[in-house]
């Protein structure tokens, strides 16, 4: 019986859609996550009558055929690049993107990453880090005399220091962004890396053409809403159930067949 292989189908998609739905409420405290979603697709269908297909010598045609389909497979696990709540900080280094953009990230074998996530410190040397300890792209150090530390909505890094009543401009940040950002490949620590998908970097500075201005320490939540991703859960839980159901009773059904006498 079909519905045996369909239904199993059935129970693999949703236990795919689960697994999606619960890394998202993993992540709804992560630092500029962005919320997954699955995306299905049903399978090739069987045409026991193909629709219009000749059906006597006169020429008459079959209006709708007779098509079973063979079950749903997930055809992609989509990122919404939506913006998330903000949150206020005292961190003067934490910075947060409202609007379009991504913070560049020099890793430590030499690629560029990008993130939404603008928790940076300060390493040994003064240079704005992650708190990997990635430096932030292009570097920028920060005198170790700096009374204060200022960085505007363009990304301009400005210090206040000793016996100077003018700030000084110790840096500029500039922004990334991509055709499709939803085809950025995520390896986790909050960083994204440049994909054929995602298409090629646009660099430029914040607040100007489409990158989105910066807030000083401020921080980009994650754009998981709990209730909807709680009721997702609910209705992946349900199709799951009715998804066993099916080869439940399909089972049933074949037991059936074969106590006949």
Do not use: W
């Amino acid at each position: 019986m079909r519905s045996l292989d369909i239904g199993a189908t059935g129970m693999l998609a949703q236990q795919l859609n689960v697994d999606v739905i619960s890394n998202n409420i993993a992540n709804m405290t992560t630092t500029g996550y962005k919320r997954q979603r699955a995306a299905f697709q049903d399978l090739i269908y069987q045409n026991i009558d193909r629709p219009g297909s000749t059906s006597s010598d006169s020429g008459t045609t079959v209006p709708t055929g007779l098509q079973l389909g063979l079950g749903v497979r997930a055809g992609a696990v989509y990122r919404e690049h939506a913006q998330g709540p903000l949150r206020i900080t005292e961190n003067p280094l934490d910075l947060a993107i409202t609007g379009e953009g991504f913070f560049q990230i020099q890793t430590p074998n030499g690629d560029i990453a990008y993130t939404r996530d603008g928790t940076f410190q300060l390493n040994e040397n003064g240079e704005l880090v992650t708190v990997q300890g990635f430096v932030v792209s292009p570097g920028i150090t920060i005198p170790a005399d700096a009374l204060s530390i200022d960085i505007n909505i363009n990304g301009e890094v400005l210090v206040s220091l000793p016996n100077q009543t003018a700030s000084s401009n110790v840096g500029q940040l500039q922004l990334a962004n991509f055709v499709n950002p939803a085809g950025l490949e995520a390896i986790g620590s909050n960083l994204f890396l440049q994909t054929d998908a995602s298409g090629t970097v646009t660099t430029g500075i914040a607040g100007q053409n489409e990158f989105g201005p910066l807030q000083q320490s401020a921080l980009e939540l994650s754009n998981v809403n709990v209730v909807a991703e709680i009721t997702e859960l609910i209705s992946a839980q349900r199709a799951y159930e009715m998804n066993s159901n099916i080869i439940s009773t399909s089972d049933e059904m074949l037991q059936t067949a074969t106590q006949l006498r």
